[in-house]
């Protein structure tokens, strides 16, 4: 009988256990506390960016998740499974193509405002010059005709004058033209810009099936920041957020791209995925930290996280 009850205990308390388990796995443990993983893989060198840099910004991309925990959600290792690659295709160069277009342009309207610039100085001196040429030629007139030495001088003057107004009349013709073809320019720039703007570009892909982070195309390194993060997101389990504010919006929309946060739908989608709130089973994280830092390849130690 009472071997009986004692093995009925038993077996509730296992019961009890592995309920209380499962509850505490699906619902309280913190799935995100041991950091993912991750290093830079290939970077195409046409992106104009080092292997090096890729990995400082990734570095600031998965700090950025961190704003809400003490952990690191995401750390360096160069034996990591996740990998970052940097693919260069059609994308990057229609981008590159228009950056080059945008500085071509900048460039060129800087030389025709140098120009515009001369063109000015050289009009209003010519102006003052003809102006008092005009009245010194009236005022010998009205004296009745000017003096052989002063006449030679004036009719100098004259020739020069007018080969300053040849020069001008020409300098304008140039201006106008490289004004119009800076308009020209400037007009299917524009074309291609509103083209674009309607076309959806796959920027960034985090890849579950090979664990790998692939990005195609970014305008700058806040931009690449950005994607990284929204793919860091993805490689922790999380899915897209509605808000276009959100890093996890599928669409790089209304992010602060300069000082990327999360908002607090991103830090939703992130509780709901790792639970970071619940860490109050002090023995199984320890057992878990220990277990993981006898891992070869992890880098943070086992004193540093108490
Ligand atoms: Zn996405």
Known sequence: MMKKFITCLIFLIMLFGAIFGLYYYLFLYNNCHVPIKYSVDNVDSRFKITKNEVAEITLMAGTNWNARTSDNLFVYDENSNLKINLVYDRRQEEVDKMNNDVKTLTNSRTTIDNFAQEYDALLTSY???????????????????????????????????????????????????QTQTFNNNLDSLKNEVDKRKNIIVTQGLYDSTSNSITIYTFGNEDELKLVLMHELGHSLGLGHAQNMTSIMFELLDQQDLKNPTLTSEDIALLQNQCHLNYRSFPILDRLIKRFEFDTPSHHYSFSQNQ
Do not use: H
């Open 127 to 177: 102006v003052q010059d003809l102006s008092a040429y005009n009245q010194e030629v009236d005022d010998w007139s009205s004296k009745g005709g000017a003096p052989p030495d002063v006449y030679a001088r004036l009719q100098k003057e004259k020739a020069d004058i007018e080969s300053r107004r040849v020069i001008l009349i020409d300098m304008a013709r140039t201006l106008n033209l």
